[in-house]
């Protein structure tokens, strides 16, 4: 079960941090959705660390995973009003192209979690 827990309400400029349980999957991602857009990927990471990001949120926002820890997180620096949505952690496993493994924004991500509420007022 996928259920996020941080968000809130921050002015613009400020910092928020989401996390999320990361037991067991190999690929992992947070995904938000505004009002009136659809969703959009944020950044995802593999079972390894790396880990790839939307443009919009490079250099601003950081994800990592604890595996000892089995959590997910998502530090928010920067935060501007246009990064007001609704956060999705998502896990799924890995797709394959040529015999390489990827985990991006292109995985079929089955699991979802409920959303956390991120709102920066300007």
């Known amino acids: 079960q996928l259920l996020e827990s941080g968000g809130g309400s921050v002015q613009a400029g400020g910092s928020l941090r989401l996390s999320c349980p990361a037991a067991g999957y190999l690929c992992m991602a947070w995904f938000r959705e505004a009002p009136g857009k659809e969703r959009e990927g944020v950044g995802t990471v593999d079972v390894h660390g790396t880990t790839t990001y939307a443009d919009s949120v490079k250099g601003r926002f950081t994800i990592s995973r604890d595996n000892a820890m089995n959590t997910l997180s998502l530090q928010m620096n920067n935060l501007k009003p246009e990064d007001t949505a609704m956060y999705y952690c998502?896990?799924?496993?890995?797709?394959?192209?040529?015999?390489?493994?990827?985990?991006?924004?292109?995985?079929?991500?089955?699991?979802w979690g409920q959303g956390a509420q991120v709102t920066v007022t300007s």
């Open positions: 998502a896990a799924g496993r890995p797709r394959v192209s040529d015999y390489v493994s990827f985990c991006d924004f292109a995985v079929e991500f089955t699991n």
